[in-house]
């Protein structure tokens, strides 16, 4: 399986500018609430956890549940603080991590 | 994510000929309202996540759409009033719903290095209803927000079963 | 003479009524984009919030993964797909000389698979056949739906149109029913949009993933409590290529977002 993640992060910003971050990533988020062609259930496979380090420090994360869409998509903000790379987890249910990362230059 | 087979919507009433059907199969269909009937409310979902202290009204803006063409993917966007320094800052905004399977949709966890106090998803909406966000400030105070918003259905959708 | 104003209303009403049979008239033509919410319209207007750019980024990565025994990968031959790509979902379908009939893009990347790459074909609706097949389309968006102008492709065309008119299923409705004759109107809650094909393959919020237009058109058969042809089946190209003249003009816009 190829890696599937999107992430919107400035190239460059000025330093503690607030700066929006876009993160997306390919994903069923099968929620184990629904049923498949032979009425079996589909069992449930969803991202737990998003976190999101700045330069090694955890800067922001979430809890995921099911009613979260597939192809989770989350946006929020960081101030930066200095030049580094900026790294995306995403946990699924069996713990299984897809990541995604991008250098930021501030000045 | 093979797009083409599971086809189900998210909650749905449950086909009649399983209905019908005997066996496992029956049970199987029985337990699934149930355990979506056994779901929290929403005020406790809120009271589990605030551990029971007071959620007062305001400082949390709930942006969702009032009429949903698919309930699938439903942009919301929560902005909670804080100066987002060391000493003053939201860290933690839940998002619940009121009539999903589950009532937790999201805990976003904030700090001073956020710089200001807002996330964007997108939530599923099994049904029309209400939506909650709730933040929790460094001083230990909940403050909250509700919307509602109808969900319309397609009329032309993939699965007839 | 109010004979003759009666006589020139009913050849109007007439007249309009055969240019109406035949599709809708090229100022009225409007993507399934126009009838979409606006937040929906926002979704796919962004590629940064976009999910069908995910399976852009998946096929950019199979593109240039070598295939089959030849181990050659797309790019071996076809070079970088942003030029080599550009205008062909635009003609798509087109005529294949080995068939001796139209072939779809989907279609056409498995025929390269076979004779080229000698791989095997991907599924109908693999999340693969989806991504290249989003790939390539997308390196036509923003041109306009111009279809190929090849002669031997018009009784396949005209097999399209027909079936497009024909009622079918147990509801006994056409294509045409709805998306010729009662577009713009709402079904339940949702605007019958005109049924164009410019924006596959598409992210449905309702399929919760990327589709194909086959799916689509498998979709509004089912709709109509019809049995649905098979994925590949000749009879989904032709309406393909159908669709391709009745929505000529519009802008490619692959891939799209519909609820």
């Known amino acids: 399986m ?7 992060v400035p190239k460059t910003a000025m330093r503690g500018e607030i700066v929006e971050i876009r993160a997306m990533t390919a994903h069923p988020m099968e929620t184990g609430y629904r049923t498949g062609l032979n009425g079996t259930n589909i069992p449930r496979n969803i991202i737990r956890r998003f976190a ?9 994360s979430a809890d995921l549940f099911p009613a979260i869409s597939a192809n989770p998509f989350i946006a929020f903000t960081l ?14 249910d069996d713990g299984k991590t897809q990541t995604a990362s991008a250098d930021i230059t501030v000045t | 994510m093979s797009g083409s087979q599971p086809t189900h919507g998210y909650f749905r ?6 209905l019908l059907a005997a066996g496992i199969a029956g049970l199987v269909v029985i337990s699934l309202p149930r355990r979506a009937l056994s779901r929290p409310s929403l005020e406790e979902a809120i009271r589990i996540f605030t551990g029971g202290a007071e959620v007062l009204d305001g400082r949390v803006r709930l942006e969702l759409p009032p009429l949903v063409e698919n309930g699938n993917a439903v942009g919301v966007t929560v902005t909670a009033e804080s100066p987002m320094t060391a000493t003053d800052h939201v860290r933690r905004i839940g998002v619940f719903n009121e009539k999903n399977p589950e009532a937790n949709v999201a805990v976003f966890h904030l700090g001073p290095r956020s710089g200001r106090a807002q996330v964007s998803t997108r939530i599923r909406l099994a049904t029309s209803q209400t939506v909650v966000a709730v933040a929790e400030m460094s001083d230990g105070s909940f403050w909250s927000s509700r919307a509602s918003a109808i969900v319309t259905l397609a009329a032309c959708i993939e699965d007839l079963t | 003479m109010r004979i003759l104003c009666g006589v020139a209303a009913i050849f109007v009403v007439l007249t309009c009524h055969i240019a109406a049979a035949d599709g809708i008239e090229d100022e009225d033509r409007r993507s399934g984009f126009d009838f979409m919410a606006p937040e929906t319209r926002a979704l796919q207007s962004d590629d940064t919030s976009n999910p069908g750019m995910l399976w852009v980024l998946q096929g950019e990565q199979l593109w240039q993964q070598a295939e089959g ?6 790019s071996g031959c076809h070079g970088d797909a942003s030029r080599t790509m550009h205008g062909v979902a635009a003609r798509y379908p087109a005529y294949d000389e080995a068939t001796g009939r139209p072939i779809d893009l989907a279609g056409r990347i498995n025929s390269c698979r076979a004779t080229r790459q000698r791989a095997e074909p991907l599924a109908p609706e693999s999340d693969a056949l989806l991504a290249l097949t989003t790939y390539v389309a997308h390196q036509s968006r923003g041109m306009r739906v111009m279809p190929a102008a090849d002669p031997r492709l018009a009784p396949f065309r005209e097999n399209g149109r027909r079936l497009f008119q024909s009622r079918i299923g147990q509801l006994d409705l056409s294509c045409a029913s709805c998306h010729d004759d009662n577009w713009g109107k709402r079904l339940g809650g949702a605007p019958i949009p005109q049924a164009h094909p410019n924006g596959y393959p598409l992210y449905r919020l309702e399929w919760q993933a990327v589709g194909s237009l086959q799916r689509r058109l498998r979709n509004c058969m089912i709709g109509v409590r019809a049995e649905p042809f098979a994925f590949g089946a000749p009879e989904l190209v032709d309406l393909e290529l159908y669709l391709t003249e009745r929505g000529s003009g519009l802008p490619i816009e692959t891939p799209a977002v519909r609820p």
């Open chain 1, 2 to 8: 190829t890696a599937r993640a999107l992430i919107s």
């Open chain 1, 52 to 60: 999101c380090t700045y330069d090694g420090e955890e800067v922001f």
């Open chain 1, 79 to 92: 101030i930066a603080t200095t030049s580094g790379t900026i790294e995306f987890v995403w946990t699924d």
């Open chain 2, 13 to 18: 009433p449950m086909p009649r000929r399983q």
């Open chain 3, 69 to 74: 025994q030849a181990e050659i990968a797309c």
